[in-house]
């Protein structure tokens, strides 16, 4: 009689032979593959990451108590899975899927391969539904659509994060489950977010998967893997938008190269592995839109990068742009100068362009960033001069007042249909001889008259996402009104 063994069920059993920080040598794993998950001693935890001639490398994520030489190891023919489901909104949980809130278990609704391969171009379709981030900046010149891969660049302390935050505080009511990865960050900075979370109540919709500088390499490694894989539960089971910000992918790289050498593997430029490019592309493709036929879900990545010195030239930095569709550079000399957010226009772009954007926002944004970017070289050549014309100070003076509308305090996202009352009302000349100080009062005070006397007119606009010629109509009516009134 024939005995059918189904491998994927069997149990091995090594010894470990040495340990080098977080990797540790494993003998007597004859049928062991890559990306596999391990059980050391009791109850320490590690995953393959490679082979060599005598050894099975496997790299620690979670360390229970003292590992020896000797200690046994063991391991199922399966790969590396993590809990999901529905329950884990509102939760904080390490690169294990487990919690770390301290608010008890999470119900899992099923596992998910963390290292899961990304869906094919046949799967997806292309882009046609805008995200709105609340960020005027970015909605108004450089728009981001539910699917894209957005990167975020910039010097230390120049606002990267509250970018990504401001969308996650601006998904409120629209059904976008966001996940925030906070990847090697110290333990004040992973704080500050939680803050923010707990402030705009981001947990009705938000995960936080976390693994700071004081957790072990394999968990900084292993977390945005795990958050993307969070996120496509949302994507291809529920059917649903998934917003994911990796806090960040410079971190990632370090503790990546970090766990190479400890491997003894050759680096490669600025003592990088080699395959520092795949193990990024790797994650970014996992976003994208579906097709109605595999349930018409997106995800939307915002990848944090952190430069030096203003270089985004560098090699983690230009690597992670020329696989994303657009990036969102931020200046630190724009955030000295109080210019918040600090974003570089010049040298931001956004690959998938208007083709998101609502037509109310295209029609009227589209000239924005080219005004944006003549008035900051005016400003350059004037900078030095004694004295200009009256016509120059003219466009100077029109020019600070689109600084001053540009300008945004963070953790205060505005509404798509806010920001295209605002572009309508510098169109019309609404701050035609305004100082540049009360130019957001202004703003704010015409955008409140219209939500107070007009709320059917901006709940068409939201309704059409359209400047129809009843909702002009109806916004001129309200601009001379207030034009009467102002002081």
Not at 161 to 185: P, R
Not at 233 to 243: A, G, R, S
Not at 262 to 272: K, N, S, V
Not at 297 to 326: K, Q, R
């Amino acid at each position: 009689m024939a005995f059918k063994i189904n491998l994927l069920q069997l149990k091995e059993h090594g010894s470990v032979a040495e340990i080098r920080q977080d990797v540790v040598n494993v003998i007597g794993l004859t049928n062991c593959m890559n990306g596999q998950m391990v059980t050391i001693g009791e109850s320490s935890r590690g995953v393959i990451v490679g082979f060599d001639a005598d050894y099975v490398l496997v790299l620690l994520v979670k360390q229970t108590g003292a590992i020896k030489p000797g200690d046994k190891v063991t391991t199922t023919i399966d790969e590396f899975q993590v809990p999901v489901g529905d329950a884990f909104t509102g939760r904080i949980i390490n690169a294990l899927g487990e919690p770390i809130d301290g608010n008890g278990p999470i119900k899992e609704t099923r596992r998910w391969p963390i290292f899961n391969i990304a869906p094919t171009v046949l799967e997806r379709v292309p882009l046609d539904d805008v995200l709105q981030t609340g960020v005027k900046m970015v909605d108004m010149t450089l728009p981001v659509g539910k699917g894209q891969r957005m990167l975020i660049l910039g010097d230390r302390m120049t606002g990267k994060t509250s970018v990504g935050l401001d969308a996650m505080i601006n998904q409120k009511n629209e059904g976008v489950i966001c996940i925030y990865s906070c990847i090697g960050k110290s333990e004040a900075a992973l704080n500050k977010v939680i803050e923010v979370f707990n402030t705009h109540n981001i947990w009705e919709y938000g995960i936080i998967v976390a693994a700071t500088a004081a957790d072990p390499m394999g968990q900084q490694y292993l977390s945005p893997y795990v958050a993307a894989s969070v996120g496509e539960y949302f994507t291809h089971e529920k059917n649903m938008d998934v917003l994911l910000v990796f806090d960040d992918f410079t971190k990632h790289a370090w503790a990546y190269r970090q766990i190479s050498l400890l491997l003894e593997r050759a680096p490669g430029r600025d003592a990088y592995p080699g395959d520092i490019f795949y193990i990024h592309s790797q994650l970014v493709e996992r976003a994208g839109k579906m097709k109605e036929e595999r349930g018409g879900g997106s995800m939307t990545h915002l990848p944090i990068v952190e430069t030096l010195e203003g270089d985004f030239a560098g090699y983690i930095p230009s690597n992670i742009i020329s696989m994303t569709d657009g990036q969102i550079y931020l200046n630190a000399s724009l955030f000295g100068e109080g210019f918040k957010p600090a974003i570089d226009m010049g040298l931001s772009v956004s690959r998938i362009g208007s083709k998101v954007q609502w037509p109310a926002m295209k029609k009227q944004s589209s000239m924005l960033k080219m005004d944006y970017i003549r008035h900051k070289e005016l400003e350059k050549m004037t900078r030095i001069k004694a004295g200009v014309s009256e016509a120059v100070e003219e466009r100077l003076q029109k020019g600070r007042c689109l600084e001053e509308l540009l300008k945004q305090n963070e953790n205060e996202p505005v509404p798509l249909q806010e920001q295209v009352m605002i572009l309508h009302a510098l169109e019309k000349g609404f701050l035609q001889g305004t100082a540049p100080r009360d130019v957001s009062r202004k703003l704010s005070a015409f955008v409140a008259q219209v939500k107070n006397r007009r709320p059917e007119i901006v709940q068409s606009l939201i309704d059409t996402k359209t400047m129809t010629e009843e909702i002009k109509e109806a916004l001129d009516e309200q601009l001379s009104q207030f034009s009467d009134t102002a002081v």
